[in-house]
Protein backbone atom coordinates (compact mmCIF):
# COMPACT_ATOMS: atom_id res chain seq x y z
CA UNK A 1 0.00 0.00 0.00
CA UNK A 2 0.92 3.48 -0.76
CA UNK A 3 2.20 5.81 1.99
CA UNK A 4 -1.10 8.43 0.81
CA UNK A 5 -3.48 5.36 0.96
CA UNK A 6 -1.70 4.10 4.39
CA UNK A 7 -2.15 7.11 5.99
CA UNK A 8 -5.64 7.66 5.05
CA UNK A 9 -6.73 3.72 6.50
CA UNK A 10 -3.89 4.01 9.46
CA UNK A 11 -6.98 2.93 11.13
CA UNK A 12 -7.73 -0.11 9.00
CA UNK A 13 -6.86 -4.22 9.91
CA UNK A 14 -3.68 -4.94 8.03
CA UNK A 15 -4.52 -8.70 6.89
CA UNK A 16 -1.50 -11.13 6.94
CA UNK A 17 0.09 -12.59 3.53
CA UNK A 18 -2.37 -15.81 2.98
CA UNK A 19 -0.19 -18.95 3.10
CA UNK A 20 -1.90 -20.76 0.17
CA UNK A 21 -1.62 -17.58 -1.88
CA UNK A 22 0.56 -18.85 -4.43
CA UNK A 23 -1.19 -21.77 -5.17
CA UNK A 24 -4.62 -19.44 -4.90
CA UNK A 25 -3.26 -17.37 -8.12
CA UNK A 26 -2.34 -20.85 -10.17
CA UNK A 27 -5.52 -22.33 -9.45
CA UNK A 28 -7.70 -18.97 -10.43
CA UNK A 29 -6.06 -19.07 -13.85
CA UNK A 30 -6.07 -22.76 -14.00
CA UNK A 31 -10.18 -22.13 -13.43
CA UNK A 32 -10.26 -19.22 -15.74
CA UNK A 33 -9.05 -21.42 -18.35
CA UNK A 34 -11.16 -24.60 -17.89
CA UNK A 35 -14.44 -22.39 -18.05
CA UNK A 36 -13.10 -20.86 -20.90
CA UNK A 37 -13.47 -17.24 -19.72
CA UNK A 38 -10.14 -16.52 -21.19
CA UNK A 39 -9.11 -17.87 -24.85
CA UNK A 40 -5.88 -16.05 -25.46
CA UNK A 41 -2.12 -15.90 -23.14
CA UNK A 42 -2.59 -11.84 -23.08
CA UNK A 43 -6.03 -12.23 -21.32
CA UNK A 44 -4.61 -14.59 -19.30
CA UNK A 45 -1.58 -12.63 -18.43
CA UNK A 46 -3.82 -9.24 -18.12
CA UNK A 47 -6.09 -11.41 -15.48
CA UNK A 48 -3.10 -12.42 -13.56
CA UNK A 49 -1.71 -9.19 -13.14
CA UNK A 50 -4.90 -8.27 -11.80
CA UNK A 51 -4.14 -9.99 -8.66
CA UNK A 52 -7.58 -11.61 -7.48
CA UNK A 53 -5.29 -13.91 -5.86
CA UNK A 54 -3.98 -11.00 -3.51
CA UNK A 55 -7.21 -9.39 -3.25
CA UNK A 56 -8.75 -12.30 -2.06
CA UNK A 57 -6.06 -12.84 0.43
CA UNK A 58 -6.64 -9.45 2.01
CA UNK A 59 -10.21 -9.80 2.71
CA UNK A 60 -10.09 -13.30 3.70
CA UNK A 61 -6.85 -13.77 5.57
CA UNK A 62 -7.93 -16.81 7.59
CA UNK A 63 -9.97 -18.35 5.16
CA UNK A 64 -8.67 -22.21 3.80
CA UNK A 65 -7.03 -22.88 0.58
CA UNK A 66 -10.62 -23.60 -0.77
CA UNK A 67 -11.45 -20.04 0.31
CA UNK A 68 -9.29 -18.29 -0.76
CA UNK A 69 -9.39 -19.80 -4.23
CA UNK A 70 -13.53 -19.23 -4.23
CA UNK A 71 -12.96 -15.74 -3.49
CA UNK A 72 -10.38 -14.57 -5.83
CA UNK A 73 -12.59 -16.63 -8.37
CA UNK A 74 -15.76 -14.91 -7.76
CA UNK A 75 -13.60 -11.61 -8.11
CA UNK A 76 -12.34 -12.85 -11.16
CA UNK A 77 -15.64 -13.16 -12.26
CA UNK A 78 -17.12 -10.26 -11.45
CA UNK A 79 -14.33 -7.99 -13.19
CA UNK A 80 -14.93 -10.16 -16.90
CA UNK A 81 -18.02 -9.65 -16.64
CA UNK A 82 -17.51 -5.88 -15.85
CA UNK A 83 -15.56 -5.66 -18.77
CA UNK A 84 -17.60 -7.11 -21.03
CA UNK A 85 -19.89 -4.46 -20.67
CA UNK A 86 -17.88 -1.97 -20.18
CA UNK A 87 -15.05 -2.29 -22.51
CA UNK A 88 -17.57 -3.94 -25.36
CA UNK A 89 -20.07 -2.27 -27.35
CA UNK A 90 -22.33 -4.56 -25.39
CA UNK A 91 -22.67 -2.22 -22.75
CA UNK A 92 -25.03 0.16 -25.20
CA UNK A 93 -27.32 -2.66 -25.80
CA UNK A 94 -29.64 -3.10 -23.33
CA UNK A 95 -31.34 -6.19 -25.16
CA UNK A 96 -28.27 -8.02 -25.15
CA UNK A 97 -27.51 -7.53 -21.52
CA UNK A 98 -30.74 -9.30 -20.26
CA UNK A 99 -29.49 -11.91 -22.74
CA UNK A 100 -26.46 -12.07 -20.62
CA UNK A 101 -27.89 -11.76 -17.05
CA UNK A 102 -30.85 -13.56 -17.59
CA UNK A 103 -29.09 -17.33 -17.11
CA UNK A 104 -26.99 -16.46 -14.67
CA UNK A 105 -30.13 -15.22 -12.64
CA UNK A 106 -32.20 -18.28 -13.41
CA UNK A 107 -29.49 -20.15 -12.03
CA UNK A 108 -30.19 -18.82 -8.84
CA UNK A 109 -33.51 -19.57 -9.06
CA UNK A 110 -32.66 -23.21 -9.44
CA UNK A 111 -33.03 -23.44 -13.01
CA UNK A 112 -29.01 -24.61 -13.44
CA UNK A 113 -29.48 -27.60 -15.77
CA UNK A 114 -31.59 -26.20 -18.07
CA UNK A 115 -29.75 -22.71 -18.18
CA UNK A 116 -26.76 -24.84 -18.96
CA UNK A 117 -28.22 -27.25 -21.31
CA UNK A 118 -29.26 -24.05 -22.76
CA UNK A 119 -26.14 -21.87 -23.16
CA UNK A 120 -23.42 -25.46 -23.66
CA UNK A 121 -21.38 -23.28 -24.88
CA UNK A 122 -21.19 -19.68 -22.95
CA UNK A 123 -18.27 -19.21 -20.38
CA UNK A 124 -20.08 -17.13 -18.10
CA UNK A 125 -22.76 -19.66 -17.92
CA UNK A 126 -21.11 -22.21 -16.82
CA UNK A 127 -18.34 -20.04 -14.43
CA UNK A 128 -20.79 -18.87 -12.51
CA UNK A 129 -23.22 -22.15 -12.36
CA UNK A 130 -19.90 -23.61 -10.78
CA UNK A 131 -19.32 -21.01 -8.69
CA UNK A 132 -22.89 -20.44 -7.42
CA UNK A 133 -23.07 -24.44 -6.88
CA UNK A 134 -19.82 -24.36 -4.69
CA UNK A 135 -20.71 -21.37 -2.76
CA UNK A 136 -23.99 -22.12 -1.88
CA UNK A 137 -23.23 -25.47 -0.69
CA UNK A 138 -24.35 -25.90 2.75
CA UNK A 139 -25.66 -22.04 3.22
CA UNK A 140 -29.21 -21.79 4.52
CA UNK A 141 -32.12 -20.79 2.63
CA UNK A 142 -32.21 -16.91 4.19
CA UNK A 143 -28.55 -16.62 3.14
CA UNK A 144 -29.92 -18.03 -0.57
CA UNK A 145 -32.55 -15.86 -1.04
CA UNK A 146 -30.40 -12.66 0.06
CA UNK A 147 -27.50 -13.42 -2.27
CA UNK A 148 -30.05 -13.97 -4.96
CA UNK A 149 -31.82 -10.50 -4.33
CA UNK A 150 -28.81 -9.04 -4.47
CA UNK A 151 -27.55 -10.19 -7.81
CA UNK A 152 -30.84 -9.49 -9.18
CA UNK A 153 -30.44 -6.08 -8.59
CA UNK A 154 -26.99 -6.21 -9.83
CA UNK A 155 -28.97 -7.44 -13.00
CA UNK A 156 -31.20 -4.96 -13.48
CA UNK A 157 -29.20 -1.79 -12.40
CA UNK A 158 -26.98 -3.64 -15.36
CA UNK A 159 -29.76 -3.66 -17.76
CA UNK A 160 -30.52 0.22 -16.57
CA UNK A 161 -27.20 1.61 -17.23
CA UNK A 162 -27.74 0.17 -20.83
CA UNK A 163 -30.71 1.85 -21.72
CA UNK A 164 -29.10 4.76 -20.39
CA UNK A 165 -26.00 4.21 -22.71
CA UNK A 166 -28.02 3.31 -25.39
CA UNK A 167 -30.27 6.58 -25.12
CA UNK A 168 -27.51 9.16 -24.61
CA UNK A 169 -29.45 10.01 -21.39
CA UNK A 170 -26.86 11.99 -18.73
CA UNK A 171 -27.62 11.42 -15.03
CA UNK A 172 -27.19 13.83 -12.27
CA UNK A 173 -24.37 13.42 -9.60
CA UNK A 174 -26.91 12.46 -7.05
CA UNK A 175 -28.55 9.77 -10.08
CA UNK A 176 -25.58 8.62 -10.49
CA UNK A 177 -24.17 7.50 -7.44
CA UNK A 178 -27.53 5.68 -6.36
CA UNK A 179 -27.46 3.85 -9.72
CA UNK A 180 -23.20 2.88 -8.94
CA UNK A 181 -23.91 1.20 -5.71
CA UNK A 182 -25.93 -1.26 -7.80
CA UNK A 183 -23.59 -1.48 -10.62
CA UNK A 184 -20.77 -2.39 -8.56
CA UNK A 185 -21.43 -5.73 -7.54
CA UNK A 186 -20.27 -5.36 -3.48
CA UNK A 187 -23.16 -6.68 -2.31
CA UNK A 188 -22.97 -9.94 -3.92
CA UNK A 189 -19.15 -10.25 -2.56
CA UNK A 190 -19.78 -9.25 0.67
CA UNK A 191 -22.36 -12.14 0.88
CA UNK A 192 -19.39 -14.47 -0.82
CA UNK A 193 -17.92 -13.43 1.91
CA UNK A 194 -20.03 -14.73 4.83
CA UNK A 195 -19.42 -18.37 2.98
CA UNK A 196 -15.89 -18.07 2.75
CA UNK A 197 -14.49 -15.12 5.08
CA UNK A 198 -13.24 -15.92 8.95
CA UNK A 199 -16.47 -14.60 9.92
CA UNK A 200 -18.93 -16.87 8.87
CA UNK A 201 -22.83 -15.96 8.72
CA UNK A 202 -24.47 -13.22 11.05
CA UNK A 203 -27.64 -12.95 12.53
CA UNK A 204 -27.80 -9.29 12.08
CA UNK A 205 -27.37 -8.76 8.22
CA UNK A 206 -30.88 -7.65 8.05
CA UNK A 207 -30.74 -4.98 10.89
CA UNK A 208 -31.64 -1.07 9.24
CA UNK A 209 -27.90 -0.26 10.81
CA UNK A 210 -26.05 -3.21 8.63
CA UNK A 211 -27.52 -2.16 5.75
CA UNK A 212 -26.78 1.37 6.06
CA UNK A 213 -23.02 0.26 6.81
CA UNK A 214 -23.09 -2.03 3.70
CA UNK A 215 -24.07 0.88 1.54
CA UNK A 216 -21.50 2.98 3.13
CA UNK A 217 -18.93 0.70 2.25
CA UNK A 218 -20.36 -0.04 -1.42
CA UNK A 219 -19.91 3.68 -2.16
CA UNK A 220 -16.47 3.83 -0.98
CA UNK A 221 -15.62 0.72 -3.40
CA UNK A 222 -17.48 2.05 -6.12
CA UNK A 223 -16.28 5.38 -6.18
CA UNK A 224 -12.93 4.31 -5.39
CA UNK A 225 -13.54 2.05 -8.79
CA UNK A 226 -14.46 4.96 -10.63
CA UNK A 227 -11.20 7.38 -9.84
CA UNK A 228 -8.96 4.41 -10.55
CA UNK A 229 -11.14 3.73 -14.30
CA UNK A 230 -12.07 7.19 -14.82
CA UNK A 231 -9.72 7.93 -17.95
CA UNK A 232 -10.41 4.87 -19.39
CA UNK A 233 -14.31 4.87 -18.81
CA UNK A 234 -14.09 8.74 -19.60
CA UNK A 235 -12.66 8.30 -23.44
CA UNK A 236 -15.20 5.79 -24.10
CA UNK A 237 -17.96 8.55 -23.42
CA UNK A 238 -19.60 5.92 -20.00
CA UNK A 239 -20.68 7.20 -16.77
CA UNK A 240 -18.05 7.98 -14.12
CA UNK A 241 -18.13 9.90 -11.07
CA UNK A 242 -15.01 12.22 -11.65
CA UNK A 243 -16.79 13.14 -15.57
CA UNK A 244 -19.74 14.22 -13.62
CA UNK A 245 -18.35 16.20 -10.85
CA UNK A 246 -16.04 17.88 -13.53
CA UNK A 247 -19.63 18.89 -15.80
CA UNK A 248 -21.76 19.66 -12.71
CA UNK A 249 -19.00 21.80 -10.86
CA UNK A 250 -17.49 23.11 -14.19
CA UNK A 251 -13.81 22.01 -13.10
CA UNK A 252 -11.39 20.44 -15.01
CA UNK A 253 -10.28 16.96 -14.98
CA UNK A 254 -7.60 17.24 -12.42
CA UNK A 255 -9.68 19.00 -9.80
CA UNK A 256 -12.43 17.02 -10.35
CA UNK A 257 -10.10 13.72 -9.30
CA UNK A 258 -9.34 15.53 -6.09
CA UNK A 259 -12.80 16.60 -5.20
CA UNK A 260 -13.77 12.98 -6.00
CA UNK A 261 -11.19 11.84 -3.78
CA UNK A 262 -12.83 14.04 -1.32
CA UNK A 263 -15.74 12.85 -1.47
CA UNK A 264 -14.57 9.45 -0.65
CA UNK A 265 -12.83 10.43 1.93
CA UNK A 266 -16.08 11.71 3.77
CA UNK A 267 -17.61 8.42 2.89
CA UNK A 268 -15.01 6.36 4.68
CA UNK A 269 -15.46 8.62 7.24
CA UNK A 270 -19.71 7.88 7.85
CA UNK A 271 -18.30 4.47 7.57
CA UNK A 272 -15.86 4.78 10.71
CA UNK A 273 -18.07 6.68 12.71
CA UNK A 274 -20.67 4.32 12.14
CA UNK A 275 -18.23 1.38 12.73
CA UNK A 276 -17.64 2.83 16.57
CA UNK A 277 -21.08 3.47 17.29
CA UNK A 278 -22.61 -0.66 16.00
CA UNK A 279 -19.21 -2.14 17.84
CA UNK A 280 -19.41 -0.10 20.86
CA UNK A 281 -20.15 -0.69 24.46
CA UNK A 282 -22.92 -2.56 25.05
CA UNK A 283 -23.34 -4.14 21.23
CA UNK A 284 -23.71 -7.97 20.83
CA UNK A 285 -21.30 -10.49 19.59
CA UNK A 286 -22.51 -10.62 16.41
CA UNK A 287 -22.87 -6.85 15.84
CA UNK A 288 -19.10 -6.72 17.00
CA UNK A 289 -18.66 -9.75 14.27
CA UNK A 290 -20.37 -8.18 11.39
CA UNK A 291 -18.72 -4.55 11.92
CA UNK A 292 -15.03 -6.73 11.82
CA UNK A 293 -16.09 -8.15 8.66
CA UNK A 294 -17.28 -5.42 6.89
CA UNK A 295 -13.93 -3.12 7.94
CA UNK A 296 -11.95 -6.24 6.51
CA UNK A 297 -13.60 -6.33 3.53
CA UNK A 298 -13.49 -2.63 2.88
CA UNK A 299 -10.08 -1.85 2.93
CA UNK A 300 -8.67 -5.11 1.96
CA UNK A 301 -10.49 -4.35 -1.40
CA UNK A 302 -8.93 -0.67 -1.30
CA UNK A 303 -5.86 -2.37 -0.36
CA UNK A 304 -6.34 -4.01 -3.50
CA UNK A 305 -6.81 -1.26 -5.94
CA UNK A 306 -3.67 0.35 -4.39
CA UNK A 307 -1.94 -2.58 -6.25
CA UNK A 308 -3.46 -4.42 -9.22
CA UNK A 309 -2.75 -3.64 -12.86
CA UNK A 310 -6.58 -2.79 -13.06
CA UNK A 311 -6.53 0.49 -12.46
CA UNK A 312 -4.10 2.72 -13.61
CA UNK A 313 -4.59 5.64 -10.91
CA UNK A 314 -4.39 5.66 -7.43
CA UNK A 315 -7.02 5.89 -4.61
CA UNK A 316 -8.25 8.80 -2.82
CA UNK A 317 -5.12 11.16 -1.35
CA UNK A 318 -4.96 12.61 1.89
CA UNK A 319 -6.85 15.13 3.83
Known amino acids: MSD ?33 LVTTDAAKQRLAAERHDLG ?12 LALTAQWSAFICLLDDRF ?30 CAKCPSDP ?20 RHRFTADYQDFADASCEEAEIRAAGRELSLREYVVLRSRTITSAPMMDVLE ?36 AAETSRGQLNLVSLVARER ?14 IR ?13 SGKGSGTEMRRCVAAMRLYLYGTLQWCSLTRRYTSEGPGDG
Not at 18 to 33: I, T, Y
Not at 126 to 134: E, G, S, T
Open 250 to 263: ELPDAQAVAYAKSM
Open 56 to 67: AALIVPEGSRDD
Open 266 to 278: RRLRDFERACAEL
Open 195 to 230: RTGPFGLTAVAHAPEVKDLRRTAIDVVGWTNDVGAG
Open 86 to 115: DATPLGTHPDRVRTVMRPLTDILRGDDTAQ
Open 124 to 143: LVRAFNDLWRRTAAGMPPAW
Open 4 to 36: RMQSRHDTAPEPPTHPDLASAGHELLGWVESMG
